[in-house]
Structures are given as C-alpha cells and as structure tokens.
Antibody
Framework: QVQLQQSGPGLVKPSQTLSLTCVIS??????????WNWLRQSPSRGLEWLGR?????????DYAPSVAGRIFIDADTSKNQFSLQLASVTPGDTAVYYC????????WGQGTLVIVSS | DIVMTQSPDTLAVSLGERASINCKSS????????????LAWYQQKPGQPPKLLII???IRETGVPDRFSGSGSGTDFTLTISNLQAEDVAVYYC?????????FGGGTRVEIK
C-alpha cells in the first residue's frame, strides 16, 4: 500500500517561496507508469490541481495554467520523494496543500495547511 | 480547462435511502485507448484528504462498499449511494483525468435527513 508523508512549513511570508516535500513509501517515484501530483484546497478555490511530475525515460512535468510560471515540481530518486515550490506567494495561496499519486489520485498525503501572512 | 459541474450542492437523505449526485463535464472525456470515460469520484470527510471511490466512471476501488456505484456517458455522470449509512456523511467530488489541468466538481455535501 502506497503511503505519502508530507512535510514543510505552515507559514510563509508574502512574496516568498512555498516549499513542500512528499516522501513515498510502498512505491517508486521513478516507476514509469506513475504520476506524482500536488493539489490544494481552499474555501474560495475548492479542490485545485497544481501540477505533476512523472518519469517516462526522462522527467516530465505538467502544470496548471493558474500557477504556471510560479510552480516547480521535481523528484529526488535517492530519497524517493517529490517536492513542490510555489514562488511569489500571496494571501490567495493560503490553502491546505496535498500530494497525491497516480493518474487517478488513489493515494494522498495527510495535507499541510499553509498560511501566507506577514 | 474542462469544467466539472456538480449538483446538488447539498443532499439530505434518510438512513437506508438512496442518494444520487450528478456531475456534468463541459466536454467529452472519453479516453480513446480503452473507450472509457476518464471520470472519478472521491469522498472527503472533515480533516481528511479525499478518498478515491470510483474510477473510469463505474469501477469501484478495492474495499469500497458495493452500495456506491457510478454510471454515466457522454458528459453526464452520476454517483449513487444505495442504502445510505451514517458513515457516508461526507462531501463527494467528481474529477476528470482526461486532460490537464485535472479538474474537480465543486462538491456535494451528503447529510442525514
């Protein structure tokens, strides 16, 4: 059974970069049929998919247009984890952030409430 | 982006009765490689991440009770909870995995009448 464990700060100042990590157990981040996603949830935006990374002979990425230009997702095979960086955050980026696995999102991290405030 | 529209926003159903949740996609989400609609349903309880219930419109995930069923075609889909139990109180979301960005419906809250 795949388990995802998230970590990262719960408070980020405006204009700074939000950084979260998701450690995978029970699967491999580089499995060539997997996809590793980041999402967020807030009362104003609902459930919002942010992007994903996946390995298909090379590392590929898809990002949501709503955050394109500010987002970077990468994988660390030595630690079997993947990470989210979201730059230039504003209070509008305050949300619970989740990592999730696969094409259909069948495994989820526990969620991290990230508050953007000075 | 594909817009997923759910209805109703809230549904109050008596224990043991049937709950039906509707989801409409703004465009076709038929995956040509397997001729299935790329539609999933999730259940979310307070303080928890969403839990995947159904994939490909109608295939239950392992361990999901058979009182949960999915149906639909074209751009219209339905999640049905037969014989509603107290533990089914939650918010339910539909989601398309046909193309990026992956998108979700706004959610339907199921309550006990």
């Amino acid at each position: 059974q795949v388990q995802l464990q998230q970590s990262g700060p719960g408070l980020v100042k405006p204009s700074q970069t939000l950084s979260l990590t998701c450690v995978i157990s029970g699967d491999s981040v580089s499995r060539n049929t997997a996809a590793w996603n980041w999402l967020r949830q807030s009362p104003s935006r609902g459930l919002e998919w942010l992007g994903r990374t996946y390995y298909r002979s090379e590392w590929l990425h898809d990002y949501a247009p709503s955050v394109a230009g500010r987002i970077f997702i990468d994988a660390d095979t030595s630690k079997n984890q993947f990470s989210l960086q979201l730059a230039s955050v504003t209070p509008g980026d305050t949300a619970v952030y989740y990592c999730a696995g696969e094409f259909f999102l069948d495994s989820w991290g526990q969620g991290t409430l990230v508050i953007v405030s000075s | 982006d594909i817009v997923m529209t759910q209805s109703p926003d809230t549904l109050a159903v008596s224990l043991g009765e049937r709950a039906s949740i509707n989801c409409k996609s703004s465009q076709n989400i038929l995956y040509s490689s397997n001729n299935r609609n790329s539609l999933a349903w999730y259940q979310q309880k307070p303080g928890q991440p969403p839990k995947l219930l159904i994939i490909w419109t109608s295939i239950r995930e392992t361990g999901v009770p058979d009182r949960f069923s999915g149906s639909g075609s074209g751009t219209d889909f339905t999640l049905t909870i037969s014989n509603l139990q107290a533990e089914d109180v939650a918010v339910y979301y539909c989601q398309q995995s046909y193309t990026v960005p992956l998108t979700f419906g706004g959610g339907t809250r199921v309550e006990i009448k």
